[in-house]
């Protein structure tokens, strides 16, 4: 290892890559807009989407000796619910015994990694804004609460988010691409709270999915009981954000969208009129670093070099794999810090570009082809062929969340057997696929 | 026509834009950054892209009168002339007599736009640089010789190119879509001078292209006989700026790619190391307007709104289209500037977004297809079938250069011209195939 280290961001992988690189013997400063998350009132103001934690993610705090700590704060989910107009579906994740989520709470995630990057020695400058970035020194200017610093590193990371300072400072005249987009979906945040017993309002141990091609739910379990939902809709309309304002409305679009809510929010029109619509993004960009001839450096991570929407749920697993990735090219080449970040560009920056296809197409199927007979058939014989052949035959959404073969291969090989389905499915007749469809849908009336 | 409108600059859209909007009544003020460039000396400061008027900038500079006052700054330009290692081919742009582009500096019709809009009465503030955009007023701040002052208006126009403040600023909280991305290469702008007898060193009354997939030529005939090429060159390698910085090898490239070019500029070598390589980028953006609930509104026009890449000599043409469909949606919607706005944006985005396309792929075209034969033999059969039914059947390039034709119909119209003439060319057998392309390949030997 080599000089000093500048975090700009203390978000999870802010505060990761923090814990990485002070592990690797970095001294490690970390500055953060916001406050310190630790102080008190700070929880209850988060606005963020719930987070199930997946192989990558697991795999890469388990690398930092974080994964068993975080145990008491986290729910295993073994697979998912689907809420729909007769009833429920439990569908689970997968084969073997590890393919489960958990989900924690974006907010206790942060305190472990901070309070594990202080143990560690990291330094965190709360309230600091960042200004200015000079790429070739690199140096950060930011405006904290006794005015502007600039602060000088060897090795600069810029984990600021979506809309990332550092990103917007280091392409100054450079031959920036970059790829914003917006859905024309967001989401507020619900909270499920336990019952008047003390008691979770329904099955805990899983992830729950309220489809529908007009608005989506979806909820994850806490250690208190609790669920934190997440309710997705388009921003126009008159079942949109916008047309949603009156509590009558909305009342009457819950109880006919999703009418097991009511009973599971008692507040649900209170909390939806008092929370406001947060918008979802992807962000694509390149180049992700930048390097000076002496050896030092600039790089993004995380939300900062790659947005994805997150009905993949892979947004913070993908962060936290970038920063175990980061570390291993940083351990590769000690002594030359330029062709580690290329490095680390060149393995990372191919896969998440996929990644944010995938999540682009993840919100069309839950949002169009959860009611599709074909789509049904087709997600019904790839998870009988993963059964028959465990190893041979994976479906994609386990390759993404229960492996960590990069998100590049993993739709490599999902369409390969895509292909092959495909095939078999133009080797049937007609009459044979509409036989298939008619007692596919003849369970689903029966069930 | 209601209130005061504000452009941000004084380029070609800008300036053009002010003369439409002093035309219709407006009061227009506009703010540029750099100073007049009427002023003594800046002229040769220019460094930009050589420019070919073509039927839809034609059409807007008739809309204001101002199409004969420039016949003394232009040249007519009938036909393409390709300079390939054997020598020259001639092909004329279309079958009509007005099917043809006239060659012009940027310089000499910015200042005769300027002119026009100073008589008409419009306000030019010089050396004012833009540092904020409140669209809720609207209003523009903007640091000129004096300091700080904040321009409000009716109607704020950002005509202020591909790296536009109007839109950073316009886009502050907003889920603006922006997808911007550079080319590998980039281009130099070099002077083929006169003879010294005072006559041009080449065929005037042509474009003139040096193919190729290493490098490009292109040169516009200027009105005193001297000739503005620009050079396209891959950033990287080699042969590319960055290898590209000795006299000897500066010479030995282009003798070896571009031979004639050492006896039209004599000076080549000496130009080409003098001159900064610039970038060439595609910018897409939405919203491009923003408008407030009393009629207000601020709009995005020409590079501002849609940068696209100069290979098929649309931009300004673009620019200029987007100023006279701007003034006919103000036209018809006089007391509706929000709607106005909006019928602006839906009757211009979905076309500017098909040319950044059909710009990235001329450039594939240029660069990669003029040699291939199967390709020669499409666009041969194309122009042939366009003599034999003129209206019927229209080349692309030509509804994209000669008419008005809407971009995305422009292109739907020449796909389904492609799908006839691609199920023409399957229906031929593989021997009558490799026969036309025998019979091609021995016609360019013979040549």
């Known amino acids: 290892m080599s000089g000093h280290a500048l975090v700009v961001g203390a978000g999870l992988a802010g505060s990761l890559t923090a814990v990485y690189l002070a592990r690797r013997g970095y001294p490690v400063r970390v500055l953060e807009r916001r406050g310190d998350p630790r102080a008190p009132g700070v929880r209850e103001e988060g606005r963020s989407i719930n987070l199930g934690l997946s192989q990558r993610g697991i795999v890469a705090l388990r690398e930092v ?193 999703f009418p097991d809510t009511l009973t599971l929010i008692p507040d649900v029109v209170e909390q939806f009129l008092d929370h406001e619509a947060a918008s979802l993004v992807t962000v694509r960009t390149s180049p992700w670093h930048t390097a000076t001839e002496d050896g030092r450096g600039v790089v993004l991570i995380g939300d900062a070099a790659h947005a994805v929407y997150p009905f993949f749920g892979q947004g913070m697993n993908a962060a936290f794999e970038d920063c175990s990735v980061l570390d291993r090219c940083l351990g590769e080449r000690p002594h030359d810090l330029p062709r580690a970040l290329a490095a680390f560009e060149a393995a990372r920056r191919p896969h998440t570009d ?61 369409r390969r057997q895509d292909r092959l389905l495909g095939g078999a499915a133009a080797a049937l007749t007609g009459a044979a696929l509409a036989g298939l469809i008619r007692r596919t849908r003849g369970r689903r009336r029966a069930s």
């Open 354 to 414: 996929v990644l944010a296809e995938l999540s682009k197409r993840n919100f069309v199927e839950l949002r169009d082809k959860l009611r599709s007979p074909l789509f049904l058939v087709r997600k019904k014989a790839d998870l009988a062929l993963h059964r028959l052949f465990p190893d041979a035959w994976v479906p994609l959404y386990t390759l993404i969340a229960h492996t960590t073969v990069p998100y590049g291969e993993a739709l490599d090989r999902a």
């Open 65 to 257: 000796g974080l994964l068993e700590r975080l145990a008491p704060v986290t729910v295993p989910m073994r697979g998912r619910v689907v809420h729909l107009p007769d009833g429920l579906r439990f569908q689970p994740y997968g084969l073997a015994e590890d393919q489960i989520l958990h989900s924690v709470l974006r907010h206790d995630l942060n305190v472990a990694l901070v309070d594990e990057a202080e143990r560690l020695g990291v330094e965190f400058c709360w309230g600091h804004r960042v200004t200015a970035v000079d790429r070739a020194k690199p140096a950060v200017t930011a405006i904290g609460p006794d005015g502007e610093e600039v602060h000088t590193a060897d090795l600069v990371v810029g984990a600021d988010g979506a809309f990332s300072a550092v990103r917007a400072h280091l392409g100054r005249g450079l031959r920036v691409d970059l790829h914003q987009e917006f859905l024309e979906w967001g989401y507020k945040e619900l909270l499920i709270p336990v019952g008047d017993d003390g008691r979770p309002r329904t099955e805990l141990r899983a992830l729950h999915v309220w489809p529908g091609d007009d608005g989506l739910i979806v909820a994850h379990p806490n250690a208190d009981g609790s669920l934190t939902a997440t309710v997705f809709l388009p921003f126009a309309g008159d079942n949109g954000f916008a047309g949603l304002t009156e509590p009558a409305k909305v009342r009457e679009f819950f109880a006919r969208r």
